[in-house]
């Protein structure tokens, strides 16, 4: 299955992890040391429903964006 939206086309997305050590300055500590960066993708919320389209009802892969937006019809 494809990750992509079949209403607007939204896809995964690339982004980084941090993982940090330390205790914040505002709470008494030296302060947060980063102690690794790793890469991560953030993928779209996406749901298989039934919407109406050209008068046929069919299912598709919608993000919650577009279902909540009202760009589809459920069926």
Known sequence: MSKFCEICGK?????RSIKRRGMAKKKGGVGKKTTGISK???????QNIKIRLNNSVK???VC???IRSGK???A
């Open 11 to 15: 896809g995964p997305k690339a982004g």
């Open 59 to 61: 299912t598709a892969r």
């Open 64 to 66: 919650t964006a577009c």
């Open 40 to 46: 991560r993708t953030f993928q779209p919320n996406l």
């Open 72 to 74: 589809i019809v459920k």
